[in-house]
């Protein structure tokens, strides 16, 4: 229980929704968790430095403020709190000072309060969805809400939502502002030259061992008998709640096969701007309050939908889901025709890649004859110390030209499906070459860039923005001019 306890912290970075995209917000600052934040304060009381307006307008007493970043405070606690964040995501702190922490959570305020200046929107809708995925995550690795409660020292699920809720929204803030900053940043063929060549012999980066892989995927039919049995549920369902007022929340606690959304009674809150699969959203805005609309199909499955508010660009609703099973039978025939797609590969039948243009179900990679692009990179190679373990253990060890066996996986509905993969080379570990490594010395390039517009940026505002340093930390050397000598 307690390696479960210990998880939860880095919950707060990732987790997991079937129906909304995750809202993953990545930055150039230090990657440390910001444990508390404190809402705008007004003037006077930034000047007298003894109390912080928290949650919701409520005031309480604070045991020191170690900074004031434009509209925002950083309170001692936060400085002690982030040590304790590390620790708990099994980080070392033993290098780690109150002066490297106290900069990066400076760095946040400042990103957050020129994002708020800039007229950059977070909707609550999205910092919403994106707690319900941390909380459904924290709930699944300890077992209850009460668990996460007491982990947290929280009264009830509303004051840790209030607070997750202050938390996020400044993060998201921080990022999109960073984001802003480094959108306009491009770097041209010539700048990436003049980069490789402006690294001295004895420090070009090394690029670990890499690998280029292309792969075929045979998806098991789903029969049209089972797509029918679910449509006619979810009509069920439909006809029960227009005909005889029974509760759509009650069924989608029963029958919705959306784990996040289910045990909320399927309520979501929507905007236009919320990344959710475009068929989803049409019906969702199609819809008025109270209508709950017929059968649909996603990527996910079959839902309904009933609008239970309108609030402008934005909708509440509730939806349940339900996701067609595949057979047996449908699997056994899948798994016969990626074999056979093997041996006709393996006896030089058919080449691999003309076999992945006519058999594989798998589009974002069929036209290509089942290239993978790696979507950190956007080039065809993947590092092995950073590919995913699983894949590892599939290919880490075959020589290019070779076939994996059939690999058994699963979609995003947990519905099984198998793959067929072909190492189409190995690059092995080396110093970076211009000619053969452009893609990662430009990504290295423009990231110098990006950084160097950050750097920019953070100089030009420390010296537009009211800061004041406070205590001990007055005594900190900053790489950035937090104390402006």
């Known amino acids: 229980m307690q390696l479960k306890m210990n998880n939860l912290k880095s919950i707060i970075k990732t987790c997991g929704l079937i129906l909304a995209v995750l809202f993953g917000f990545t930055g150039y600052s230090q990657d440390v968790i910001v444990t508390d934040s404190t809402s705008i304060q007004p003037e006077d009381e930034i000047a007298r430095n003894t109390i912080a307006k928290v949650d919701n307008s409520e005031r309480r007493k604070v045991d020191g403020i170690a ?55 977070i909707m609550d809708a999205e910092v919403n969805n994106y707690i319900d995925q941390q909380i459904s995550e924290m709930v699944r690795q300890v077992g209850s809400m009460e668990k996460v409660l007491e982990f947290y020292n929280k009264e009830n699920e509303a004051e840790f939502r209030s607070e997750l809720f202050e938390l996020n929204k400044e993060r998201q803030l921080a990022s999109r502002m960073q984001q802003k900053i480094i959108e306009s ?118 839902h309904i939908i009933q609008i239970d508010r309108i609030r402008g660009q934005q909708v509440d609703l509730r939806h349940i889901l339900r996701i067609p099973d595949v057979t047996n039978e449908s699997v056994e025939k899948a798994k016969t025709k990626i074999d056979s797609i093997r041996t006709m590969v393996e006896k030089g039948t058919i080449d691999f890649a ?112 009211y800061i004041k340093v406070n205590g001990k930390f007055k005594d900190c050397e900053y790489t950035s001019n937090w104390l402006k000598k």
């Open 67 to 121: 900074a004031v970043i434009g509209d925002y405070i950083i309170l001692d606690s936060d400085v002690a709190m982030m040590y304790k964040d590390m620790e708990s995501q099994g980080m070392s702190t033993a290098d780690v000072t109150d002066c490297q922490l106290a900069g990066s959570l400076m760095e946040n305020k400042l990103y957050a309060h020129h994002a708020i200046q800039d007229s950059i929107i």
């Open 354 to 465: 003309e076999a992945a243009r006519r058999f594989s179900d798998e589009e974002e990679t069929r036209a290509d004859g089942g290239k993978l692009i790696n979507p950190r990179t956007g080039d065809t190679r993947f590092e092995l110390s950073k590919i995913d373990p699983k894949l590892y253990d599939e290919v880490g060890e075959l020589q290019g030209g070779e076939l994996s066996l059939i690999l058994r996986d699963q979609d995003r509905t947990g519905r099984p499906y198998f793959k067929l993969i072909k190492v189409n080379q190995r690059i092995p570990e080396h110093e970076a070459n211009y000619a053969t490594d452009y893609s990662k010395i430009k990504e290295l390039a423009l990231r110098d860039k990006q950084l160097e517009a950050i750097e920019e940026w953070q100089k030009e505002k420390i010296g537009d923005t």
């Open 185 to 302: 940043v491009s770097i041209t063929p010539q700048e990436v030259r003049a980069y490789y060549e402006s690294i001295p012999e004895d420090e070009l980066p090394v690029f670990g061992e890499e690998i280029e892989l292309s792969q075929i995927v045979i998806k098991p039919e789903i029969p049209q008998s089972q797509k029918q049995n679910v449509i006619d549920r979810l009509n069920e369902y439909r006809a029960d709640i227009l005909e005889n007022d029974a509760s759509f929340a009650t069924k989608a606690i029963l029958y919705s096969q959306d784990p996040v959304s289910a045990r909320d009674g399927g309520r979501i809150t929507l905007s236009r701007k919320d990344n959710f699969v475009k068929e989803f959203k049409d019906v969702a805005f199609s819809l008025q309050e109270g209508e709950v609309s017929e059968p649909f199909e996603t990527e996910f499955g079959y």
